[in-house]
């Protein structure tokens, strides 16, 4: 994509599409773009304190191999930032945790290996919630990473526990970079820093070498600048892996760079297909949502469709049902669970929690999730292509894609976003997937 006149002069305003067509076109070296971020990291992360290893010499030794290379995907070249659940080789993997300080991984994951694979260079590893709990905290609870959009100002919720991916890409310290959603990890980030993060349908990425919180709602996923740099890094994340049984049996992934390419008509964008967005109750409770669904209304082809809560929604998204989770995170654990709770930093009661949670309590709350599937897909779905919301519930638990966009600002200048929910994906699948 031809890039914006004044993103040209910053190699660092670029998004990843148009980086990729300056790079393409001999406009704009790897070895440019990567010291570009480099020097940014080092000028402003002292304050956004987004990464906790950057990895300078490997960034530029993997720039200059990409420099001989001729290009053959957008993400040639392009340098990106790792949440520090994703285990990398030879780099330490913690998780923010006292468990994994000290721990160096083998191998990639799987999508950070498919991602190098598509030539993106990894410029470091961001900080995230203690074990992707929370926002971005020292283990012990004490903050660390702040909104890029008010880093004079630790309070401002900068989303977690994705939160120095979001950081990181909103601060211009990296083109994307990846991200990871149990409940809201990746969309609460994006909402919070103008960006896009798309959580996609369970199994679609690899979970294979990601330190895990969740075995059935853990999803792995990009944090970008716009919705057609998301399309970008889940196409090279997405795929089968022998190592995840999850991934098993999707349909084909759809093509979701041109599903993200705007179609022009006559000057005016249009939307590709006709799509019936769901409104659910109490939506459009400020100005600003309300803004945005007004500016929807008037989309040739896109029609608004109250909708409302599935039946017993309030009990079966609760957390009588909803806590069924925490035995799934207490269960890899339970070894380091019986030696020193000390390990689990401020994050222990959680997985104190699951491992004293009875069997009979878990198998109930999975058929409490298959009830609220059914529910959603024949009672919100039916009406609807896609559901906009402002929480990941219920998309999260039932492992349904999501994306979560920018939709304007406060009046004191800090982002707002929005989420769009899916149903799941099918061989005819629109964005997102």
Request: contains cysteine; positive net charge; charged residues 20%.
């Amino acid at each position: 994509m031809k890039p914006r006149p004044e993103a040209i002069s910053d190699p660092t305003e670029l998004t990843v599409a148009e980086a990729a067509w300056m790079i393409r076109y001999g406009k704009l070296k790897p070895a440019d773009i990567v010291e570009a971020y480099l020097a940014r990291i080092g000028r402003f992360d002292g304050v956004y304190r987004a990464f906790n290893t950057v990895l300078a010499d490997e960034a530029r030794a993997a720039a200059k191999a990409a420099g001989r290379k001729r290009q053959t995907t957008p993400l040639h070249g392009i340098p990106l930032a790792i949440k520090d659940n994703y285990w990398t080789a030879g780099v330490r993997t913690t998780a923010n945790s006292f468990l994994f300080q000290d721990f160096v991984p083998p191998y990639d994951a799987t999508p950070v290996a498919k991602l190098r694979a598509s030539g993106a260079i990894v410029l470091g590893k961001t900080q995230m919630g203690p074990l992707a709990t929370t926002r971005a905290t020292t283990p012990d609870g004490r903050v660390t990473t702040v909104n890029a959009w008010t880093p004079g100002n630790p309070a401002t919720d900068p989303g977690g526990s994705s939160t120095g991916t979001a950081t990181s890409v909103a601060g211009r310290m990296a083109a994307s970079g990846t991200g990871t959603q149990t409940g809201g990890s990746i969309t609460a980030p994006s909402n919070a820093q103008n960006l896009t993060g798309l959580k996609p349908t369970m199994g679609r990425v690899s979970l294979a070498g990601i330190i895990p919180l969740s075995y059935t709602r853990d999803h792995p996923g990009p944090l970008a600048r716009d919705a057609k740099d998301a399309a970008i890094m889940l196409t090279a994340m997405a795929g089968e892996d022998p190592a995840d049984p999850r991934t098993q049996g999707l349909p084909p992934l759809p093509d979701l760079i041109e599903a993200a390419t705007p179609v022009v008509a006559k000057g005016r964008c249009r939307v590709r297909r006709r799509t019936r967005v769901g409104v659910l109750p109490g939506y459009a409770s400020t100005a600003t949502r309300q803004t945005f669904l007004s500016t929807l209304d008037g989309i040739t082809d896109v029609s608004l469709v109250d909708v409302a809560f599935p039946d017993q929604w309030d009990l079966l998204t609760g957390n009588d049902f909803n806590n069924v989770r925490l035995p799934e995170r207490s269960e890899p654990f339970l070894p380091y669970l019986r030696t020193d709770l000390r390990g689990f930093g401020v994050s222990v009661t959680g997985w104190l929690q699951g491992a004293l949670m009875g069997g009979t309590e878990f198998i109930t709350g999975q058929r409490a999730k298959l009830l609220l599937l059914e529910r959603v897909l024949d009672q919100i779905f039916e009406k609807c292509d896609v559901v906009v919301q402002t929480s990941p519930v219920p998309f999260d638990i039932l492992g349904l894609p999501e994306i979560g966009f920018p939709i304007g600002f406060t009046t004191t200048g800090v982002p707002v976003g929005t989420i769009l929910g899916g149903a799941p994906t099918r061989r005819t699948a629109s964005w997102p997937s």
